[in-house]
């Protein structure tokens, strides 16, 4: 994975289609929001406490040099009370404009280019389309070395990247579906961190179960209500 692409980063490269720089993947926010909490996490900037009902504590509140991070960050320090980990993801992933903000980031750096296009001649959309695909290629080889290799010497942040991708359905922009039907227990070791340190291993296990019930929920609230209109 390129040293200077954020797990943020990395979940929105592969959410983008890369010629029409639209975004594409199932809960994208909430994966993004994981990503964002996750970096936190392996900065030490904020820590699950578990002595406190595993809400979150912040450690460190001064700033990353990251905008994103920083207002990430900010948010949770500034919050009136303690929440566990899933509602930050729940929270954070509700930012103004998150993904814009994602893919703004990845233009700043050259890797795409920050676009408008009509739609029916009407109304706008923002749209992103790749004009460096060298760190994209990185982070999807890196991807396939860790799932498709036995190597048990695997970086923290691909792992967590693999786990946060998955979440989001992400993955079928990276291996075809044979590869994930012959790899999805090697995918269930990384998602559950078997294969990195403690350290990455807790971080891991914590966004992982963060960002599942983050999704989870709105989809059971749709379903819902969707029912209850139906026996109306």
């Keep these: 994975m390129p040293n200077n692409l954020k797990l943020y980063e990395a979940i929105m490269l592969l959410a ?44 460190d509140n001064s700033p990353t040099g990251d905008e994103l991070l920083d207002e990430a960050l900010t948010t949770i320090e500034a919050s009136k009370r303690q929440r566990k980990l899933k509602d930050w993801v729940m929270k954070l992933a509700g930012m103004k404009d998150l993904k814009h903000k994602v893919a703004q980031a990845l233009a700043a750096s ?17 749209v992103y389309p790749e004009i460096n695909p060298e760190p994209e290629l990185q982070l999807r080889q890196a991807m396939r ?52 340190s403690k350290a990455a291993k807790e971080a891991i296990q914590a966004i992982e179960a963060a960002v599942m019930i983050a999704v989870m929920i709105p989809a059971i609230t749709a379903a819902t209500s969707a029912s209850s209109s139906s026996s109306c």
Excluded at 153 to 180: C, G, H, T, W
């Design 16 to 59: 983008l289609n890369e010629e029409k720089g639209t975004m594409n993947g199932m809960y994208v926010e909430y994966a993004t929001a994981g990503a964002l909490t996750a970096e936190l996490l392996m900065l030490s900037r904020i820590k699950v406490d578990e002595d406190n009902k595993a809400r979150v504590a912040v450690l």
């Design 145 to 196: 070395d860790a799932v498709l290799a036995d190597n048990d010497d695997i970086e923290p942040r691909i792992a967590i990247a693999i786990a946060l991708a998955n979440s989001a359905k992400l993955l079928p922009q990276v291996f075809s579906k044979q590869e994930l039907k012959e790899r999805k227990q090697r995918i269930k070791q990384l998602e559950t961190g078997e294969l990195v």
């Design 110 to 126: 050259g890797i795409v280019s920050a676009e408008k296009e009509k739609v029916l001649w009407l109304f706008e959309r923002r």
